[in-house]
């Protein structure tokens, strides 16, 4: 994992998927905890970090966050559970158990990861 540092500009990563190639690319509107490997959108492998050294005007997927209110909160709780139904494994005591890990995250300095759609910077 890597911390974005305060004195840092840099707000842009990608990460490169070792399956198809393409490139998941996040933007920051918040500091904090970031992962090393994440889960390609494209085809779900595994997609390396470039460590934030990528052009920053990158077209992004993927918005970097940490709820800042309660509306925010509510806006994540409606994303995971519609991407729980679609995956066809919703059930209320795993949205609030994820909701829960997500927050302990949060607290521990993590951001969290959504569709650039749900959330605009």
Known sequence: MEIIQDKTNKKVNAYTCGDCGK????KHRDQGVTPFFMRC??????????????????KHDLTVFSP???????????????YYKKRKVYNKKLLQDALAATKNHINAGGVIMVPA???KI
């Open 23 to 26: 490139n998941t690319v996040v």
């Open 41 to 58: 959108v494209h085809c779900e492998g595994k997609a390396i970090s470039h460590m934030y050294k990528v052009p920053q005007g990158l």
């Open 68 to 82: 800042a209110n309660d509306k925010e909160w509510e806006m994540y709780r409606q994303y995971l559970k519609s």
């Open 117 to 119: 759609d749900v959330i």
